[in-house]
């Protein structure tokens, strides 16, 4: 299994995370590898059996429907890169 | 008394011959001493210590003495603290300090502890040999070329090198106990929702789990009380009954029946790591145990399994990384897609894109059901394995590495090789067990040698117990570290 440069463009677009045409060998040939370890699993009969998503045979617990939290706003939004006014600030998206 | 365990040290400043504030100066010192070559610590903030410091001995003036009042802790920068930040070992967190403390951190700071410092680690805890670290590698105090494992490293080495008496870590596929065993401490992973993740920065959450790291079992017993218990804010924290891990300390070895995996001692294993599991073994023995043998045929398969679901898991966790909310952003972008990309391929680091870019791989359109589906059922086949085995036997002992220290940079060209070097530890997360890592001996280079026990879901007691009756019949975890002398 390996990646064509066109995958890896779309990965990396998926992904949200720029990659340089001059890191792009490096990345792939990487990636190559860790795809080839995983691909070993192709070869293993799984037939009926059920995929595994918790380590315990456990149910999720749910809470009940009340409000618990009060309004941190200020003190989440003091970490934040940039805000005004209570928002969070991003670049432009509409003209 | 720096060499001191925590009974010691609760000892001493029960009976005043040591006050908190001279504790922590102690080990502050220490720090001080021996981080610029170690690099063990990402953040310490002595003014913070000694303030939290004071007060644990104002309050034990009082009379309000809880079980860590006064007693030094290292947490592992993974864990979100208000009074010290929280980089998770990234740049994308550098200048990060979280609103709020994490599940772990507050049930330190009830029972009194004090905060030394926030060790390194692999970048959100994506490595095995400390290497990804944005703020630089760790160094082992055995050998300063060589890794000390990951990604607690930082906390294992802290411990290792008396730089704090204790420490947390995260475990995920190995990253408390490989680093244990790699630098010559004791390191616990508990059963899967035994310790609550909240304000623990998420990486695989189907496997991530705190633990306690420290020179003995009895110790990681006392650290797992204050740890373990249910807390409503993880989903997956167990609505469990407190227990005392202290109560199996004294578990009579005779009769108990230790599962040997063949798969772990196969070729692949150094012969200096095998001869010192073996040596261990024979001393169990000697106590009356059995050995039996067992077989976890799809171990093999562990390390492909992880590193489909690990990657998936991580790539849906770390897309909170935006730049928006917080932690790093761009200075330049052409438009908001672009932030973001941009934003992300400065944040993070070659591992954790790499890890990322793979989850992103199997999660998508066409390859969902042949990598992650494929690898839940795979990973449901190891699983059962480890029943059938814990059928046959109480504990299962091996490895804890295939090898011991390896040298800085030996494997950062090679990311399946770095890997690999998990596979015996990879197994038990993914059948959320709990297992440890016991010092066991050297090599003939002079390395640590670890000792790994696996136990069934919530068998914790028993593992301390087996670890510290051998604790007390060795002095391993008494050795200190050539380049960390006393």
Known sequence: MSLSPDQLRRLTRLARIAVSEDESGTVAERLNRVLGLIDQLQAVDTGGIEPMSHALDVVQPLR???????????????????????????????E | MLDSGLGELQAALA????????????????????????NAFITVDEKTSLEQARRADERRARGAVGPLTG????????????????TCGSKMLEHYTSPY???VVEQFERAGAVQLGKTNMDEFAMGSSNE????????????????????????????????????????????????????????????????????MVAFASSLDQGGPMARSAADLALLLNVMAGHDARDSTSLPRAKEDYTRGLA??????????????????????????????????????????????????????????LAPAEASSNLSRFDGVRYGHRAKEF?????????????????????????????????????YYLKAQKVRRLIARDFAAAFAQCDLIMGPTTPGTAFALGAKMDDPVQMYLNDIFTIPAPLAGLPALSVPCGFDAQGLPVGLQM?????????????????????????????????
């Open chain 2, 132 to 199: 990804t670290s944005y703020f630089g590698p760790v160094r082992n105090p055995w050998d300063r070329n060589r890794v000390p494992g990951g990604s607690s490293g930082g906390s294992a080495v802290a411990v290792a090198a008396r730089m704090a008496p204790v420490a947390t870590g995260t475990d995920t596929g190995g990253s408390i106990r490989q680093p244990a065993a790699l630098t010559g401490v004791c390191g616990l992973k508990p059963t899967y929702g035994l310790v609550s993740r909240y304000g």
């Open chain 1, 64 to 94: 009940a429907d009340t409000v618990t939290e009060n309004d941190q706003r200020s003190l989440f939004q003091a970490v934040a890169p940039a805000v005004a006014d209570g928002l969070y600030l991003v670049p432009r998206v509409i």
């Open chain 2, 101 to 103: 403390d994490a599940h």
């Open chain 2, 334 to 370: 052409a438009d908001l897609a672009d932030m973001y990309c941009r934003t992300r391929a400065e944040g993070f680091g070659a591992e954790v894109k790499r890890r990322i870019l793979v989850g992103t791989y199997v999660l998508s359109h066409g390859y969902y059901d042949a």
């Open chain 2, 71 to 86: 007693i030094p802790v290292a947490h592992k920068d993974i864990f979100c603290t208000r009074q010290l930040r929280t």
């Open chain 2, 15 to 38: 009976a005043r011959r040591v006050s908190s504030v001279e504790l922590t100066q102690l080990y502050l010192g220490r720090i001080r001493d021996l981080n610029g070559p170690l």
């Open chain 2, 454 to 486: 696996m136990g069934n879901h919530f068998a914790e007691a028993m593992l301390l117990g087996a670890a510290h009756q051998y604790q007390r019949a060795t002095d391993w975890h008494q050795r200190v570290p050539k380049e960390a002398p006393l």
């Open chain 2, 251 to 308: 578990l009579p070895l005779n009769g108990l029946r230790i599962g040997l995996p063949r798969e772990y001692f196969g070729e692949g294993v150094e012969p200096g790591v095998r001869d010192c599991v073996r040596a261990a073994l024979g001393w169990f023995e000697k106590q009356g145990a059995r050995t039996v043998p067992v077989e976890l045929p799809n171990a093999a398969l562990a390390v492909p399994v992880y590193y489909v």
